[in-house]
């Protein structure tokens, strides 16, 4: 199958371009051009040739996200909410750095950008490029609009203080809720004015491509209500469901309690939020098209919640169908993984890992226990690995993730992008190309299998790199220093139909046929360490045997990268 790229531009979900949505934009674009005259913006350098815009290609199942013509794996690193200004840049660069990260994601709000309404002011924007690029590091923007953590905080004053022109929603008792309503076209309008000008200013200040993807609003939805009781609501609500909604779900016409039942409120919210998102991205998109998508504060990913306990309306994984038809131009909901345990972690990658939502994971916890995840999620095809509050400002959002952002702190996930880093471009590649497969190490130690097909993968932990373990009652034989918490993975990508890339921290990775009534047994035919060069291409140091791999093949803390050739006798 051919490859088929998405920039997400004014598209219906991977469908055709919308021509309504280029004239709005333009429309917008246009109405801001004399604002924008007003803005106090820095002079940025003109680049004839312009690199060719980021965008999402999907073949046979895979997707990856395009960069300079091929496949990028974001490595990267989210900066906390408020280091969003030039005077705190400095304090990100140096954990970007330590950390090894390709990409910083850190946010534009709104009221930075736009102060007072129609006048507009990129000089943050212009640093932050000029910066960005002198690092050699790539942006994923972050926009801080109607919504952040389902608020309006991050709104200029104009907006946020203006309850009659921005009304926020109203609950189930008739009481004011601290956010605002999607269902005002007063507030789309001033949201989508605003995101227009910062993607019209991208397009000409960014030749580079150094923004890569914009996120757009940050983890919408509402806590203790779960939708708007409004008047407006109230009416809308006891309306028909939208024919698109109702034909896309493949559900029998009618009101939102007849379609929906008890599930009704929340997809009503959900569809609202949904289609204003939508048409943000798409009147920027429409300027300027970079891929975009949004995030989701999350509910378990199991058991049932109340809609009231999480972000009822947001992208959570039990109303995605809802969004997917709502809001075609985001190309995917990424999770953001806070959850301690192993099992809420794999849930959440199960959640939001399907084949019309590609894997990223934009934002997970920043204590050392999240580090082993990058390998579950890149074997999940995911398109990039980003832990959040990765800045010395001296914020902790502890004890969500770390207690304090440290060298020791950064440590777990500067192994990670050691490891990958060199080969980023490769491991995209494998990706998008190839079947790839990972694990983290479960809460418990306990030992996985990987199908790979022909063979199986079986992963061990708290093993030494020499002999076998004793039993488990002998408690005589002690284990591996560092190995006391769980910390490990392997990362596998099929290179041939017997040859595969190992990598992994703190495993041991041992290979048998999967047919068990096979009279064949295996063996290593050779298992070949390496490195990849700047063009990708494969560098032999050495061949592994004896010692090294009469007990499978031992990753420690070192970043090594195996080319391992199966065969029978």
């Known amino acids: 199958m051919s490859e088929r790229r998405y920039s997400g531009a004014a598209k219906r979900w991977f469908g055709r371009k919308d021509g309504i949505a280029l004239l709005i934009a333009a429309a917008f674009f246009l109405s801001g051009c004399d604002a924008r005259k007003d803005a106090t913006q820095s002079a940025m350098?003109?680049?004839?040739?312009?690199?060719?815009?980021?965008?999402?290609?999907?073949?046979?199942?895979?997707?990856?996200?395009?960069?300079?013509g091929a496949p990028y794996l974001i490595l990267g690193a989210q900066a906390n909410n408020s280091s969003n200004y030039p005077a705190e840049l400095s304090k990100v660069w140096p954990a970007v750095q330590m950390l090894g990260a390709n990409t910083l994601e850190i946010p534009v709000a709104w009221e930075q950008i736009e102060p007072t309404e129609g006048k507009f002011d990129f000089s943050y924007v212009d640093t932050l490029l000029r910066q960005a690029r002198r690092h050699q590091v790539h942006l994923v923007l972050l926009w801080f609009g109607t919504w952040k953590n389902t608020g309006p905080n991050y709104a200029p004053a104009w907006v946020k203080l203006d309850n009659k022109r921005f009304p926020r929603m109203i609950g189930a008792k008739g009481e004011k809720i601290y956010a605002l309503s999607p269902l005002y076209p007063s507030t789309?309008?001033?949201?989508?004015?605003?995101?227009?000008?910062?993607?019209?200013?991208?397009?000409s200040a960014d030749p580079q491509r150094t923004v890569l993807m914009m996120q757009v609003e940050n983890e919408t939805g509402t806590y203790g209500t779960v939708r708007d009781y409004s008047p407006a609501a109230q009416k809308l609500f006891g309306e028909t469901v939208p024919q698109d909604l109702v034909e896309g779900l493949r559900k029998e016409p009618g009101t939102w309690k007849q379609v929906f039942g008890k599930d009704a409120d929340e997809s009503f919210h959900a569809w609202n939020i949904a289609r204003f998102v939508d048409q943000v991205a798409?009147?920027?998109?429409?300027?300027?098209?970079?891929?975009?998508?949004?995030?989701?504060?999350?509910?378990?990913?199991?058991?049932?919640?109340?809609?009231?306990?999480?972000?009822?309306?947001?992208?959570?994984?039990?109303?995605?169908?809802?969004?997917?038809?709502?809001a075609p131009s985001i190309f995917t909901a990424a999770p953001d993984i806070y959850g301690h345990t192993y099992e809420d972690v794999s849930g959440q990658i199960r959640r939001y890992h399907r084949p019309?939502?590609?894997?990223?994971?934009?934002?997970?916890?920043?204590?050392?226990?999240?580090?082993?995840?990058?390998?579950?999620?890149?074997?999940?095809?995911?398109?990039?690995?980003?832990?959040?509050?990765?800045?010395?400002?001296?914020?902790?959002?502890?004890?969500?993730?770390?207690?304090?952002?440290?060298?020791?702190?950064?440590?777990?996930?500067?192994?990670?992008?050691?490891?990958?880093?060199?080969?980023?471009?490769?491991?995209?590649?494998?990706?998008?190309?190839?079947?790839?497969?990972?694990?983290?190490?479960?809460?418990?130690?306990?030992?996985?299998t990987i199908d790979l097909g022909r063979w199986t993968a079986k992963v061990e932990y708290q093993q030494w790199q020499f002999g076998f373990s004793t039993s488990p009652k002998d408690k005589s034989r002690t284990i591996p220093p560092g190995t006391e918490n769980p910390s490990g993975g392997v990362l596998i990508a099929r290179l041939g139909p017997d040859e595969f890339l190992v990598t992994g921290l703190h495993a041991r990775v041992s290979f048998q046929l999967t047919a068990t009534n096979s009279a064949l047994r295996p063996i290593f035919d050779k298992v070949v360490e390496g490195h990849y060069d700047d063009q990708g291409k494969w560098v032999f140091e050495r061949i592994w045997n004896g010692d090294e791999t009469d007990y499978g093949l031992n990753f420690t803390s070192a970043p090594q990268v195996l080319h391992v050739k199966l065969a029978t006798y």
């Open 45 to 68: 350098p003109v680049v004839q040739n312009a690199a060719e815009i980021p965008y999402i290609a999907h073949k046979d199942g895979h997707y990856a996200l395009m960069v300079g």
């Open 188 to 203: 789309l309008d001033a949201d989508r004015t605003a995101f227009v000008a910062l993607m019209s200013h991208l397009k």
């Open 282 to 326: 798409k009147a920027g998109q429409a300027v300027y098209p970079l891929p975009m998508y949004v995030n989701a504060a999350l509910r378990d990913p199991d058991n049932y919640q109340d809609p009231r306990t999480y972000a009822a309306g947001g992208p959570t994984w039990n109303v995605l169908d809802i969004w997917k038809i709502a």
């Open 356 to 448: 019309d939502n590609p894997l990223v994971v934009v934002e997970i916890g920043n204590a050392p226990s999240f580090a082993r995840y990058f390998f579950a999620i890149l074997g999940d095809q995911g398109l990039g690995f980003s832990p959040f509050g990765m800045d010395f400002t001296g914020y902790s959002n502890y004890p969500l993730g770390a207690l304090t952002v440290d060298a020791k702190t950064i440590a777990p996930f500067a192994l990670d992008y050691r490891i990958i880093g060199p080969m980023m471009r490769v491991w995209a590649k494998l990706s998008f190309d190839k079947p790839v497969w990972g694990v983290s190490e479960p809460d418990n130690h306990a030992t996985q």
